[in-house]
């Protein structure tokens, strides 16, 4: 049973869980929305300064200065507002499931190493590229509110440990079973270079237990992986006469890997780190794509000369609040205690430079937020500040990963015939004061609740502002948690 | 299959790093010229000209474009040659097997490290960088010139034969210990082997398997030459190459060792598979076999006089180096400590106290020898035309406790020099304070909901050098 949906103003409507159990009585949310009066980034061309979106069913319907509000749709005055394509969050670990149960908050739900192992594998936890995102994705219900409360609303996603990580999924950041969330499967392998933990002289574990054994695994799998190749190969050629070789799930997943047709994703921050995962891309023909990046900078002509491009951490670091309270450096209360070295000051000073560095050696850059949702609007100003131009910074949260991606016929942009994921703003993102209010993800709305500070720590039910909706003095909850 | 060397040779080419064009000339005038291998020539004159020693002679003329340093009162010596170091890495051991020899101390290579700088002004100019001694067969090495600024690739000594570690002993042994037993849980497993007898038999295993790998090889090739089709070729097997290569001789071994009857051993297994070990390091007790280990064709490099620190370290003496050279075995002296690396000189000089080597026998365990050991010999190691510039300029004889080095140079590039570290400091000291008094390095106001965060870099990056 539907309400019929009208013109704002008149309908007024409840919270509804779109479970299945509970269609026949729960009213449906609208699923037409016109977003009027706003000024519009649609990264595809020139903004609008005052116009109007309208998005029906999951997908952008119509965009321009000129639109009209279709009659059933629901209205949401924009003005005061910008309206971006939603934010993109260029790597990560949303939606594993994680160890502690899901308490909102910076960090998301995600971010925990998963400890999935694939059956039938010939090579051991950690090691088997066989793994992929879409099948071990089980995210708590709090998982995307950090997330989405920054105006991201899609992320690539893959487990944080391990050396062979497995494919990774673009999902979209809703609160909904996992095959509603997956806009794209299999978008790159991705090779982290850290065990975690044990290592070193009688390392904990077994082997690889240090950052040495740890390439030499690497090589090892890649070669067996160009053995399994030719194997196969000569076995397809003429199998008779030809002792069967095995069925190897983990090489056979390597296969567009050493083929150059499927990415790598290579974490990477330090300089003499990016060099390293460049050569191993280099002796492999791999593509490669570096994650972190945070001294990319300082190769950029390296990174263009490998045609990579950077999933750059936008998580700049902070000097610390260290004061007394916490057992500093030297422990001394009080007094500074040992000055920091000059590398560290210089990086602090530095990275945000990087992204406009980069873009000016023609690297193609897309953002990460580095799990620090709460301070993302903030590192996307510093990134600025630091020297990218506006239009660049936001292209490096929408578009850009779109297009490495994969998806930048249907994602990353204010088009028609798009998703409808949507970022608004009130003000203006670069601009500090600029709030993110609500986003659209597959079409539905999220709303943000004004930012939790210790003062005004907002009661969750609160109306995120009067000019967000025409139902006056409702209490409106489109999309509630559970 | 190619040398280790090659590969990096032919990555650096595609990496784009262009061969660095050579140092400008210098002319050094007046020095005291301890060319080590050619005894000590006063008051003489060294142009150091296209990264090489271009000429030794007195009055010689300063071509265009060359810097001119009086030496007057100053000693010239080779640089110093460090053959077991573990400076400048990201990783030391991979002990979680007994043998390791796919793993190469050249991926984990930190040019960062600012103890190079340290030993650049302690006069040490190469480094044999080591696999520690966690298990028998330990990993590949990196012999590096020591260019602080450059990249790793760029430190690679060009052309250094490639090496391996081995190690016998305690170190090996006692891996197991200190395993915590929980009861009910998986327990630890031990890593084979316990024993100085476990420890000969890895080897004899490894290299069986490894001439079993070679011959794999070699059938695939005698197959491939013979025309046969559809041929694969059989899997690379990383572990086994390199100990493949010790046996063909194109890789060197050098082997911690302390006792005498495990250098034995190990002598007698590598005459048994038909290699020479290149080096036994520490080799505290060398003294003891010392014809054996000339007879083998062995070097050593070894502690002037540090000993006692285990029981396999407990019978040494300060004539160790005396009594190996006097029977004609190779030996040098080295570090194993950032910080007795950069007085490698010093160390030299005890050898004149015991066991009377003359001044040049004591600085050829730092230099020539060492180069040797490395098979650099040719190229490094001495002051003679036509080896690399890599040359240090002392205010005094470097065997007297009172002198340093005021320059260094590698390829006759100055990569240290005390008149231009101290013009430094000023300029860093204002550097540091604008940098501290920039936004990002300030403390943050409590206002920000006192989030300030601290400088953790992404959880994946671990391998940051943390000093």
New interface residues.
Partial sequence: MHLPVRLAGVALLVAAVATPGAAQHAPVPPSTWAITGARIEPVSGPAIAKGTIVIRDGLIVAVGANVAAPADARLIDGSGMTVYPGLIDAAGSLGFPSGNAGGGGGGGGGGAASRATAPNSNYGPGMQAELRAVDQLDPSATAFTAARGAGVTAALTAP?AGIFRGTSALIALRDAPVGELVIRDGIAQHI???R?G????????????????V??QL??EL??AQ?YR??QA?YA??PRG?VRPDHDPTLAALQPVIAGTQPVVL???????I??A??LA??FGLRPII??G?EAWKVA??IK?ANAPVLL?I?????????GAAAGRGGRSGADST???????????DQ?KGAGRLAAAGVRVAFVS?N?Y??LPANLRRAVEGGLDKAAALRAMTLEPATLFGVADRLGTIEAGKIANLTLVTGDLFEAGGKVSQVFIDGERYEIPAAA??AAQAPRRAPASAEDDQAAGTDDHDHPAR | MKTLATLVASLVVASGVAAQAPAPPTLITHATVLTVTNGTLTDTDVLLQGGKIAAIGTGLRAPAGATTIDATGQYLMPGIIDPHSHMMSDATNEGSLSVTSMVRIADVLDPTDTHIYDALAGGTTTLNILHGSANTIGGQNAVVKLKYGRTAAEMLFPGAPPGIKFALGENVTRKNSGRVIVVGQPQPQPRYPSSRMGQEEVLRDAFTRAIDYRRSWEDYRARVAKGEKNLVAPRRDLELEPLVEVLEGTRLVHAHSYRADEMLMLLELADEFGFTVQTLQHALEAYKIAPEIARHGAGISTFADMWGYKIEAYDAIPYNVAVTMRAGVLSTINSDDDGRARRLNIDAAKLVRYGGLTDDEALATITINGAKQLGVGDRVGSIEVGKDADVVLWNGHPLSVYSHPLTTFIDGEIFFDVERDKAKRAALEAERAELEAAEPNKVPTPSRGGAGRGATPPADSTWESRR
């Fill in positions: 944080a982290g270079f850290s975690g044990g290592g070193g002289f009688g390392g904990g574990g077994g082997y690889p237990g240090s950052l040495m054994g390439f030499a090589r090892q070669l067996d053995h030719d194997l000569a050629r003429n030809m974490f990477a921050n330090s300089e003499r780190e060099i390293r460049l050569d280099a002796e994650a972190g945070t002509d390296r000369a951490s998580d700049f670091p902070r000097k610390s609040a260290g004061g000055p920091e070295p000059l590398r560290v000051l210089r990086d602090r000073v945000p580095g620090d709460g301070e500070t210790p």
